[in-house]
Each structure stands twice: as C-alpha cells, then as structure tokens.
C-alpha cells in the first residue's frame, strides 16, 4: 500500500492538475466573453446572450469542488475524467453558441 508521503504527492498532483484546467478553461471563457461582447457592439443584440458564459463562470468551480470530493472518496480516475470532460465539454459549447451568434447577421 502507499505510504503518507506518496499519498500527499499524488494528491498534490490532483490539486495541480485542477488548478491547471481551471486556467485553461477560463482562459477560454475569458476570450468567449470578449468575443461575445464585440459581437452584441457589432450586431447590436441583447446581453442576455452573456449568460452562458457568466453561468459557465460559475459553474466550473462547483464541478471542480464536486470532483475534489469524488477524489477524497478514492475515485481519483473518475474525479480526473469528470474534470477534464466537464471543462471539454464548457469549451465547445461556449464556441458553439458564439458561432451561432455570429451566423446572425
């Protein structure tokens, strides 16, 4: 069995991990929200269409708290795949609504 030592590492390496998706994927956010904001100046549509992005704003957070909690209860693979799904899955349809929005014309 593992010893204390490489227990706190590898739960070092989760939390990096975390915080590394969690970079990544406001990073994307954060460019998805500019961009969306140029195109409500450009095509003159209401912000409403801002909600998306403030709601993934809010909600990855909560998804990564979930997955620390599945890793806690020593389901560290599926705690990993949520994560990294979860922030895949944020990405594309944050680019999926802006590319709707900019077929509006």
């Given amino acids: 069995m593992y010893n204390q030592k490489r227990i706190k590492e590898i739960k070092r390496l989760f939390i990096a991990l975390e915080l590394f998706l969690l970079l990544i994927t406001y990073g994307f956010i954060y460019t998805i929200f500019i961009a969306t904001q140029l195109a409500i ?24 708290y979930r997955c620390k909690q599945m890793y806690d209860q020593g389901k560290a693979l599926s705690a990993i795949g ?24």
């Avoid at 801002?50 to 990564?64: D, E, G, S």
């Avoid at 949520?82 to 014309?105: D, K, R």
């Fill in 41 to 64: 100046e450009e095509l003159n549509v209401s912000y409403i269409i801002l909600l998306p992005t403030i709601f993934a704003v809010f909600l990855y957070p909560y998804i990564l």
């Fill in 82 to 105: 949520w994560m990294t799904t979860w922030s895949f899955m944020i990405i594309v349809i944050l680019y999926a609504l802006l590319a709707q929005l900019m077929n509006i014309q």
